[in-house]
Each structure stands twice: as structure tokens, then as C-alpha cells.
């Protein structure tokens, strides 16, 4: 009788520590509102707006008569944390949703990125060590690319770079369409 033993690994603090926190999954079809956006900025934050964004990833061993084997099955979902996403509603424009709609899109990008390399990767009799440093270097690439976003277009104030790069990640997102879960 087969059985599957699930190790789940919730790689996002506050994911871990509350696994009822409000959250939205990335969608095609969904595009963020600033009803979305329910947390508070924090006084004197030159920011105009936060998106908490993340990747979830989680993974499971397939048993037989209660001894493991290599075979398992994974999960990786690009998420939206509302209560940690907020927005200065005296200075935001639909130029700054688009923006935080881009630092989504780009979580949802390195899931695919992160399904993809764990569907092709050839992994040892080390799997739960090698899936955990798949997770971690797409996770610094992520913060990266978000990091670089920001830095390139001035938190969408360079209206031509932030044109390119949300051309950029939806071909990006169209190129890994494969991967799309």
C-alpha cells in the first residue's frame, strides 16, 4: 500500500509562524487592487507603497510499507501577504500598482524558475539537502531581481525602465509558461 509521508518546509518566517495568515495565490487572471494592500505604512517611510511577496515550497516522500523511497512530489506557489503589503493612499498613481504588480509577477517568475530546476535537476541519495539548496539560490536570485527592479527604475519613478522591465518579466513569464504549475 503505497502512503505518502509530507515534509513540509514553509520557507517564509511568517509563513511558518502563522499558516492562517491571509494570503494570495499568483493568478494570470488576478491582477492586485490596493484593497489588496492591508497593512500600515510605517511613519516616515519615503516609500509610496510595500508588496510582501514570497514563495512557498513544500515536498513529500513517497513510502511503501512505511520505508521511504527517492520518489517524492513537490509544491511551489507564488504568494501575496496582504496584512504585510501596504500603500501611502495620498501618493499612489496606477503607474505605482502596476509596479507592485511587477515584484508579484517576479515571485511568480522564480516559482517557475524553481519547478523547473527541481523537475530537471538529477538528484542524489541527498534530496532533501540538494532540494533545500535549489530553494536557496532561486530565493537569492529573487531577491536579487527584486533589489536590481527597484534600483533601476527608482521604485517606478523612471517611467522608461520601469516600461522595459514590466515588458521584460512578462515575456520572462511567457517564456517559462511551461512551468506555470
Not at 504568494?79 to 507592485?100: A, C, G, I, K, M
Not at 527584486?146 to 527608482?154: G, I, N, P
Amino acid at each position: 500500500m503505497l502512503r505518502f509521508l509530507s515534509i513540509s518546509l514553509c520557507l517564509l518566517l511568517f509563513v511558518a509562524a502563522d499558516t492562517a495568515e491571509e494570503r494570495i495565490a499568483w493568478s494570470e487572471s488576478y491582477k492586485l487592487s490596493w484593497s489588496d494592500f492591508k497593512g500600515t505604512p510605517k511613519t516616515g517611510n519615503t516609500f509610496v507603497a510595500s508588496t510582501s511577496s514570497g514563495l512557498s515550497f513544500s515536498y513529500g516522500f513517497k513510502t511503501i510499507n512505511g520505508v521511504p523511497t527517492d520518489e517524492f512530489t513537490f509544491e511551489v506557489e507564488a504568494y501575496f501577504y496582504p496584512q504585510n503589503s501596504w500603500y501611502d493612499p495620498d501618493r499612489v498613481s496606477p503607474r505605482v500598482l502596476q509596479h507592485e504588480q511587477t515584484h508579484f509577477d517576479i515571485t511568480e517568475l522564480h516559482a517557475r524558475l524553481l519547478r523547473k530546476r527541481i523537475a530537471e535537476f538529477n538528484f542524489s541519495s541527498n534530496i532533501k539537502d540538494e532540494l533545500d539548496a535549489l530553494y536557496d539560490q532561486v530565493e537569492r536570485e529573487r531577491r536579487e531581481m527584486q533589489s536590481r527592479y527597484d534600483l533601476e527604475t527608482d521604485h517606478s519613478v523612471i517611467r522608461d525602465q520601469e516600461a522595459a522591465w514590466v515588458a521584460r518579466v512578462q515575456e520572462l513569464l511567457k517564456q517559462s509558461v511551461a512551468w506555470k504549475e
